[in-house]
């Protein structure tokens, strides 16, 4: 069965330094997703991705994020200057017609 | 904020068919209900969707009052692998917003 993948699987970095979280998604999906989860919170939405561009945002998605489909496969979370705040588990998904949402496994970001 | 309210906790015993209810009583006519699952600290887990006709797959079934105000996600014969928290969800745009949801303990 058809799976999102991410890597890295557990991602640590400093403070101010740049990240990017990999996300393959499933092959036929044509909408993409990130979401985050701080530890003990609930999972909350950051953005949403289709055609090529972003057709949603939260308020959480500011300058420092941005996201990318480099090519037919891969779709990535830059985060530009960590903060100690943007430690959570980071999780893609995908989706073919923009119903049902399949998630990855997630990475973990710990900034120190 | 997410627009259902669900019990925190629950408990089933392993076998027995575990009902887990949502209120969502300010949906709008063309919002779906979603069920999620989350096991540990995995990525939710897709469980079942529907808008007002009951709806059943391998997985479970989601049966939504006619006035669409609440919905019972129904797993038929819960395993000790059903451990997890659910999500109902009511989606709105394209994102989902996920609540606090229920914790669904299966004990042997």
């Known amino acids: 069965e058809p799976e999102v993948t991410q890597t890295p699987s557990h991602q640590v970095t400093q403070m101010g330094q740049e990240v990017i979280l990999r996300c393959v998604p499933i092959s036929n999906h044509l909408y993409f997703y990130w979401y985050r989860q701080i530890l003990g919170q609930k999972v909350e939405f950051l953005v949403s991705?289709?055609?090529?561009?972003?057709?949603?945002k939260s308020e959480i998605f500011d300058d420092q994020f941005s996201v990318e489909r480099p090519d037919g496969s891969n779709f990535t979370l830059k985060i530009r200057s960590t903060k100690l705040e943007d430690s959570a588990m980071y999780f893609c998904?995908?989706?073919?017609?923009?119903?049902?949402?399949?998630f990855g496994p997630g990475t973990r970001l710990t900034v120190t | 904020d997410a627009k259902t309210t669900q019990p925190p906790s629950m408990d089933c015993a392993e076998g027995r068919a575990a009902n887990l209810p949502c209120n969502h009583s300010t949906i709008s006519g063309n919002e779906y209900v979603y069920w999620y699952r989350q096991i540990h600290s995995q990525g939710p887990q897709y469980i079942i969707h529907?808008?007002?006709n009951n709806e059943t797959n391998e997985m479970a079934s989601l049966i939504i009052t006619e006035d669409r105000k609440s919905s019972t996600l129904i797993l038929p014969h819960a395993t000790l692998r059903d451990t997890a928290v659910y999500y109902c969800i009511v989606r709105v745009t394209d994102k989902l917003i996920f609540g606090t949801g229920t914790r669904l303990q299966v004990f042997p």
């Open positions: 529907g808008l007002k």
């Open positions: 998904a995908s989706s073919e017609w923009g119903y049902e949402q399949y």
């Open positions: 991705f289709y055609n090529n561009e972003i057709s949603e």
